[in-house]
């Protein structure tokens, strides 16, 4: 059963938090834009995480709450909620099922919106601005602070879990917002309040789900974690997107639902939890690419992997039709050093071709997806010859509700 939250913060404790806080994440390079800097400044992070888990000492986790009795304990929730750390608020069997997302890296990708830029919104929506879905509630902090800077009534925010979404609606009550709040498959978006200008996602997919590119208009918006990435991805007319990754690695908790496929053998399925980085500089780089490209295996209209033929990262393949880097030299096929699940190469050869292409850092590749559905991959161009193809959604799946989707901010 979830904890019930508790009184109210003192006014002046919540601010000497939200200020620590603010300063903490300026320190880390973000705030830069003065309306996300206001948002952060005005809504408490304090008032959505009443406790969260912390590792124990002796193993395992403890719970650290607001109400405790112990000064000590009560001092060390304050030091947690005023950090740029995440904070683990839901696990169930030692797995991390929600948690509040580090705010430097949420603070990031509100910027990454590019709010400003969104003018589908008076143009699509009767002038009043764009509207802004987000896919994994988690406490509720982040579409709080989406609706300061947008308002309430243009943000919609999506969980299945409903111990997730009931605490995030008493969490934002208790903060004086009311965002939309629904329980649902975050895979198969929100179709009742489409179209939107921006998707934002705080949970890590294998490939776009293609009902977020159905319900953004031409011109708007997809930010999601892919692999250990973040993936700003740009919607044109007829269902076509693409785009490229942030400089930043980003390591977030699955999105799990009724039509998302499986992860593969690159996938993080045990990351810390979302907004967690990952390794940065070169090293950080080739496992991100490790990653990209054993995501998903690619996948038939049958649902079972295609067959991998030919050179991949190497010219003379239609975009997105090509196989995974290297894949064609038996690499993935039984050797020791491959790492592989049969259908993608090996950790030695991606590591061939990654230092072949100049080392290249993960905001050279991108992704991009066709009119008919078909995603793949790319570096430097998603019309040259470093393509592969990401998976594609199981045949059949997604009910809509009642499955798990990961948790957010």
Do not use: K
């Not at 904070?87 to 990031?108: C, I, K």
């Not at 918006?221 to 991805?233: F, R, Y």
């Not at 209209?301 to 990262?313: F, N, Q, S, V, Y």
């Not at 292409?357 to 010859?385: I, K, M, N």
């Amino acid at each position: 059963m979830a904890a019930q939250p508790g009184p109210p913060l003192d006014a002046g404790d919540a601010l000497a938090l939200t200020e620590r806080l603010v300063e903490r994440v300026r320190a880390a390079g973000g705030l830069r834009d003065p309306a996300w800097h206001a948002a952060f400044a005005r809504v408490p992070r304090a008032a959505f995480v009443p406790f969260f888990y912390a590792p124990a000492p002796g193993g395992g986790h403890e719970r650290l709450w607001r109400d405790d009795r112990d000064p000590r304990r009560r001092a060390r929730w304050a030091e947690g909620v005023a950090s740029d750390r995440p904070l683990a608020t839901r696990l169930r069997d030692g797995e991390l099922l929600s948690s509040s997302s580090r705010p430097s890296l949420m603070a990031r990708m509100l910027e990454s919106l590019r709010i400003g830029d969104a003018g589908g919104g008076a143009r699509h929506h009767g002038g009043a601005g764009p509207r802004v879905l987000e896919i994994g509630t988690g406490t509720g902090y982040n579409a709080a602070l989406l609706g300061h800077r947008l308002g309430d009534g243009r943000v919609t925010t999506v969980d299945v879990d409903p111990v997730i979404t009931e605490a995030a609606r008493r969490h934002l009550a208790a903060a004086g917002r009311r965002p939309h709040v629904v329980t649902g498959d975050g895979f198969l978006g929100c179709r009742a309040r489409a179209p939107y200008d921006r998707i934002i996602a705080t949970c890590a997919v294998p490939l776009v789900p293609p009902p977020w590119i159905e319900q953004t208009v031409p011109g708007g918006l997809i930010l999601t974690p892919l692999a250990t990435g973040l993936l700003a991805l740009r919607v044109a007319e007829g269902g076509r997107a693409c785009g490229r990754f942030a400089p930043v690695p980003a390591c977030f908790v699955p999105l799990r639902g009724g039509a998302v496929p499986g992860p593969g053998p690159g996938h993080p399925r045990d990351a810390e939890g979302p907004g967690t980085a990952g390794t940065p500089g070169p090293a950080g780089d080739f496992d991100f690419l490790l990653a990209l490209a054993g995501a998903v295996p690619a996948r038939g209209p049958d649902g079972r992997p295609e067959p991998a033929t030919g050179p991949g990262l190497a010219s003379g393949h239609e975009p997105g039709h090509g196989n995974r880097p290297g894949h064609g030299s038996g690499a993935g096929h039984g050797n020791s050093d491959s790492d592989s699940d049969g259908h993608g190469p090996g950790r030695r050869e991606l590591f061939a071709l990654w230092q072949a292409a100049g080392r290249p850092g993960r905001e050279r590749f991108g992704v991009a997806v066709s009119a008919g559905g078909r995603q793949w991959a790319w570096l430097d161009d998603p019309d040259g010859p470093h393509t592969w193809p990401l998976g594609r959604p199981a045949a059949g799946g997604g009910s809509g509700e009642g499955t798990a989707v990961a948790p957010g901010a």
